[in-house]
Nanobody, 125 residues
Framework: QVQLVGSGGGLVQAGGSLRLSCAAS????????MGWFRQTPGKEREFVSA????????YYAESVKGRFTISRDNAKNTVYLQMNSLKPEDTAVYYC??????????????????WGQGTQVTVSS
């Protein structure tokens, strides 16, 4: 069992930056693909970014590519999402998720086994 606790959300003006963190419990964090998804009211949860177990492969939605950077520190059992040049359309609840071995592609919500509680990001225009 893995517990994920997300943090770092908040209110920021357009063009600003935030860094989300997701701390995981357990000894097997280093084996998990970690992902970030986001959801706005009335919409389905959408993929934002993912990172493989060793950080060697990262994936981004087209809407955030070049602005967001995902990283992980396996020694700290933590994954990060650095969000720069934020836009009002980035406003959402952001969820971190863990995909246990055997890892899937990393792109799809159904591949993830554990989810954090969500952290609100609000970007004002």
């Amino acid at each position: 069992q893995v517990q994920l606790v997300g943090s770092g959300g908040g209110l920021v003006q357009a063009g600003g930056s935030l860094r989300l963190s997701c701390a995981a419990s357990g000894r097997t964090f280093h084996r998990y693909t970690m992902g970030w998804f986001r959801q706005t009211p009335g919409k389905e949860r959408e993929f934002v970014s993912a990172i493989r177990w060793n950080g060697g492969m990262t994936y981004y939605a087209e809407s955030v590519k070049g602005r967001f950077t995902i990283s992980r520190d396996n020694a700290k059992n933590t994954v990060y999402l650095q969000m720069n040049s934020l836009k009002p359309e980035d406003t959402a609840v952001y969820y971190c998720a863990a995909d246990a071995p055997p890892n899937g592609s990393g792109w799809y919500e159904h591949e993830y086994d554990y989810w954090g509680q969500g952290t609100q990001v609000t970007v004002s225009s």
